[in-house]
């Protein structure tokens, strides 16, 4: 009995000393801290690297393999942010808002850039011009699509890694040839051998492929009404044949690519095709290494980074 | 039993004494958190558009936002911001040159009194509920009493003749505003009550298309009019801003309902402080004029 009441005196007692401790009321405060640092990291660290960012997009396809680079500078005193794509180098140029949300800042795209095109183009898996800032160090900025694409759709898309671009091997292989495809007429409207090899072991047999430039008045509607061709100058517009298909293909920065869109007709030019390519080819893009005088390297990553596909068109 | 007296006597004392001299410390007055602004936005150095933007909203009352974030969309619309150098173009053409300044200048009542509080500059087109929704350039955005929005900045082409055209679509997208605001009317809606093609406006029922003409003479100053009683009460006011005065004498000739409907809406607007063959010609005149 005693002991009991030993140990209640000295749980009542303790209970009486310590009850009038109060926590700071939950106020939201913690969360703009931690929101506001968040953001200030954000900021020194887009800065910070000079080179800039490189997020890689994915297409919806599960056929493809690979993830295409964009390579974003900011510049967070003029609230600018320039992009290098297969799309274009360096000629898109669009503002950027860094802003508080819940729990976490939020970094918008506010003008039109390349990634709400092909947002509004639906040809990536990318679904929204706003991104929740997940995480930041000093080589990596997570980030994610703050919706879906759809209004009913739940909160939070794809997430992307933004990864610093120093000493990404591959870089400087893409950013060294100063040639443009287009003006290298060898190239065109003659039998060229496309080879490829897969750093996964699957093996691609050697094929006859040619380069066509579209017609004048196909280049116009380009201009006018494809999407990811309005806004984008350094794109020419090409057709791309391999066995059955003839799809159309562009030329941007230092690249070779295309995109499957059921916005136009005929299927074989921009949906039925462009899809057997990415079916048979398991990439939506190559990027260009070196246009040779008789041959171009080419080459395409995967989400990493990591050189996937290897391969050579020359003419035969 | 002495000692639980004595637990006892202790305890009370405890509780009292920390009841009397700690108490539970209360603040004198209640705090009240400043609200919470999640969607702040912190705006660094200001570009030449922020300038222009500001100096619109100084001289006309009209905030033109050419940024978007969730404090200018919310989750629900899925518009495309403008490119800079298109939302740059639109907002000195369009905006300040063919739309503000010369209300300004012939009919600041109506400008005064009928002005959305905001403008949006849409880079492609209106998407409601989904991004690959629609291809319309103003239609629900409008329907709205402050905010007046128009899609396709960046496919207007940098012409006299297009933004021209354009400002007869800003005009009927805000004739949507003044129709949500005051009512077309009763009387509107009786004159072609139960001729409206509803959704086959755009072919006549042997499948050819329908042309202006067709339209007018049914009664409805173009075939798009001829949708539903708000669309023609657009295209009408659409129609008083891209022909002159004498153009809609011969269109109205065509059917006495569009003289009720051209009478009709030429005296709303004009009770308003807006003479629309007045602002046709303004509108010819300054576009002939802009430095493009």
Redesign the interface.
């Known amino acids: 009995m005693?002991i009991i009441?030993h140990i209640t005196?000295l749980a009542?007692?303790v209970l009486?000393?310590s009850?009038?401790k109060?926590e700071a009321l939950l106020?939201?405060?913690k969360?703009?801290e931690r929101s506001n640092a968040l953001e200030k990291e954000l900021k020194t660290q887009l800065q910070n690297s000079k080179d800039g960012w490189i997020m890689y997009l994915k297409t919806l396809d599960v056929n493809v393999k690979t993830s295409a680079p964009f390579v974003l500078k900011f510049d967070?005193?003029?609230?600018k942010v320039t992009t290098k794509s297969i799309y274009g180098n360096e000629d898109r140029?669009?503002?950027f808002?860094?802003?508080?949300?819940?729990g976490a800042p939020?970094l918008?795209f506010?003008?039109?850039s390349i990634l709400?095109d092909i947002?509004?183009f639906?040809t990536m898996d990318i679904?929204d011009?706003?991104f929740k800032v997940l995480s930041v160090s000093k080589d990596v900025i997570e980030i994610q699509t703050?919706?879906k694409?759809?209004?009913?759709a739940s909160e939070g898309g794809v997430v992307y890694k933004m990864i610093r671009n120093e000493n990404v091997a591959w870089v400087k292989d893409w950013q060294q040839e100063t040639a443009k495809l287009i003006t290298q007429r060898q190239f065109f409207d003659v039998d060229l051998k496309l080879e490829l090899t897969y750093a996964s072991g699957e093996v691609f047999a050697p094929g006859t492929i040619a380069f066509f430039n579209q017609p004048a008045g196909n280049i116009a509607f380009f201009k006018?009404?494809y999407?990811t061709v309005?806004?984008n100058k350094q794109l020419d517009p090409i057709e791309f044949d391999y066995s059955v298909y003839f799809p159309v293909a562009f030329l941007g920065y230092n690249s070779i690519f295309w995109e499957v869109t059921t916005r136009f007709t005929p299927a074989e030019y921009f949906s039925s095709g462009p899809a057997a390519y990415q079916r048979l080819f398991k990439t939506n893009y190559f990027l260009i290494r070196k246009i040779n005088g008789r041959s171009i390297d080419i080459f395409a990553l995967d989400k990493e980074g990591k050189e996937v596909i290897t391969g050579k068109i020359s003419i035969i | 039993m002495i000692?639980?007296k004595i637990?006892a006597f202790?305890?009370v004392v405890?509780?009292a004494s920390?009841a009397f001299i700690?108490?539970?410390?209360k603040d004198t007055t209640i705090a009240i958190?400043d609200p919470?602004?999640?969607?702040?936005?912190?705006?660094?150095?200001w570009?030449g558009l922020d300038s222009l933007t500001d100096s619109l909203f100084k001289n006309y009352g009209v905030r033109v936002f050419?940024?978007?974030?969730?404090?200018i969309i919310d989750?629900?619309t899925?518009y495309?911001?403008?490119?800079?150098e298109?939302?740059r173009f639109y907002t000195k053409n369009v905006i300040e040159r063919l739309w503000l300044e010369p209300l300004k200048k012939n009919f600041p009542k109506f400008l005064n009194d009928q002005k959305p509080v905001e403008f949006l500059i849409l880079?492609?087109y209106v998407?409601?509920?989904?991004?690959?929704s629609g291809l319309a350039a103003g239609a629900g955005l409008n329907g709205q009493f402050y905010r007046l929005g128009m899609g396709g900045a960046?496919?207007l082409p940098a012409t006299k003749a297009s933004v021209r055209d354009h400002m007869n679509t800003l005009y009927h997208e805000h004739a949507h505003q003044l129709d949500q605001k005051f009512g077309r009317g009763y009387a509107y809606d009786r004159v072609s009550q139960g001729t409206y093609y509803q959704l086959n406006y755009l072919r006549k029922p042997d499948g050819t298309a329908r042309t202006n003409t067709d339209a007018q003479n049914d009664g409805f100053f173009t075939p798009y009019g001829g949708f539903a009683p708000e669309e023609d009460f657009a295209t009408t006011v659409e129609s008083l801003i891209r022909y002159s005065k004498a153009q809609i004498q011969t269109i109205i000739a065509r059917n006495p309902k569009l003289v009720t409907k051209y009478q009709m809406v030429y005296k709303f607007y004009l009770d308003k402080g807006i003479d629309l063959h007045q602002m046709h010609d303004i509108l010819d005149q300054v576009a002939s004029t802009l430095p493009l």
């Open positions: 005693k009441y005196f009542v007692f009486t000393m009850a009038c109060k106020d939201g405060s969360s703009i967070t005193v003029a609230s140029v669009s503002y808002n860094i802003s508080a949300a819940t939020l918008t506010s003008t039109g709400s947002y509004e639906g679904t011009y706003f703050y919706r694409g759809t209004g009913s006018a009404s999407p309005i806004n | 000692m639980k637990y202790v305890l405890v509780l920390s700690t108490g539970c410390k958190d919470i602004d999640y969607l702040s936005i912190k705006k660094g150095k570009n050419y940024e978007f974030n969730p404090r989750p629900t899925f495309v911001p403008a490119q800079y298109k939302a880079g492609t998407h409601f509920n989904s991004i690959s960046d496919v």
